[in-house]
C-alpha cells in the first residue's frame, strides 16, 4: 500500500519567509509525528498527534512552529520567518493505533538561505 | 528521561566483515528500542525493533540486535557485509508508542 508521502520534497526559501510542509500519512493511521534532521545531527522530535487528543507539542524550538491535523488525515508543518538554522530536512512519520511502529516519510528538505 | 548514545559516527568494515553498530539507551521505564537505516535521499526505514519480548531481535536484511538490560544497550550486527548496507543507521528508544528520541547515528562504509 501507499506510505507515507511529504511535500515539496525540496523547498528553498528566503530568510524571513514562511513556509508551509505537507505530510500525507498511511490511510487509517491514528498517530503523526514531525521531526528535524539537521545536517550531520541526529532526529528531533517537534510534535505529535494522536487522534483527537491534544497534540504533544513538546518538541517545537520557537513559537515560529506550529503545526495542524485535520482528523485523522493530512498534516502541515508551518515555519514562520524562516531562519537560516530552520535550514534542515523535516520528516514525518505514522503510526497505527495500538501498534510502535513509526512508518517515515522521505522527507522535505528545507533550506533558508 | 531518555537518552541514546550511538558510538561512532563512522564505522568502515570490509565487505564480508562482521558490522557491529553500537547503541546504548537511558530510560527509567521499559523502553521500546528500535534500529532504522536511511539511505542517501531517503527516509527512515525500519530494520528491527524491541517491545519486551525475545532480547534477541532478527530484522531484515540479515541485521539483528540483542537487548541487553544490564549493560543498558542495543548493538546491531550483521555476520557479513555486503556493499548495498552502505548507509547510516540509527538508534532510538521510545516509551511505549510514545515519540522516538534517536542518537545522532552511524555512517556505515563498506569497502569492496
Known amino acids: 500500500g501507499a506510505g507515507v508521502s511529504q511535500s515539496p520534497s525540496n523547498k528553498v526559501t528566503e530568510k524571513g519567509k514562511d513556509v508551509e510542509l505537507r505530510c500525507d500519512p498511511i490511510?487509517?493511521?491514528?498517530?503523526l509525528y514531525w521531526y528535524r534532521q539537521r545536517l550531520g545531527q541526529g532526529l528531533e522530535f517537534l510534535i505529535y498527534?494522536?487522534?483527537?487528543?491534544?497534540?504533544?507539542k513538546s518538541g517545537l524550538p520557537s513559537d515560529r512552529f506550529s503545526a495542524e491535523r485535520t482528523g485523522e488525515s493530512v498534516s502541515t508543518l508551518t515555519i514562520q520567518r524562516t531562519q537560516q538554522e530552520d535550514s534542515a530536512v523535516y520528516l514525518c512519520?505514522?503510526?497505527?493505533?495500538?501498534?510502535?511502529?513509526?512508518?517515515f516519510g522521505p522527507g522535505t528538505r528545507l533550506l533558508v538561505l | 528521561a531518555q537518552s541514546v548514545t550511538q558510538l561512532g559516527s563512522h564505522v568502515s568494515v570490509s565487505e564480508g566483515a562482521l558490522v557491529l553498530l553500537r547503541c546504548n539507551y537511558s530510560s527509567s521505564v521499559p523502553p521500546y528500542l528500535f534500529w532504522y537505516v536511511q539511505y542517501p535521499n531517503q527516509g527512515l526505514q525500519l530494520l528491527l525493533k524491541?517491545?519486551?519480548?525475545?532480547?534477541l531481535v532478527k530484522g531484515i536484511n540479515g541485521f539483528e540486535a540483542e537487548f541487553k538490560k544490564s549493560e543498558t544497550s542495543f548493538h546491531l550486527t550483521k555476520p557479513s557485509a555486503h556493499m548495498s548496507d552502505a548507509a547510516e543507521y540509527f538508534c532510538?528508544?521510545?516509551?511505549?508508542?510514545?515519540?522516538?528520541?534517536f542518537g545522532t547515528g552511524t555512517r556505515l562504509q563498506v569497502f569492496p
Open positions: 498527534f494522536q487522534g483527537n487528543s491534544a497534540p504533544d
Open positions: 490511510s487509517g493511521h491514528t498517530a
Open positions: 532510538a528508544v521510545s516509551h511505549n508508542t510514545d515519540k522516538l528520541i
Open positions: 524491541y517491545t519486551s519480548a525475545a532480547t
Open positions: 512519520a505514522s503510526r497505527d493505533r495500538g501498534r510502535e511502529t513509526q512508518y
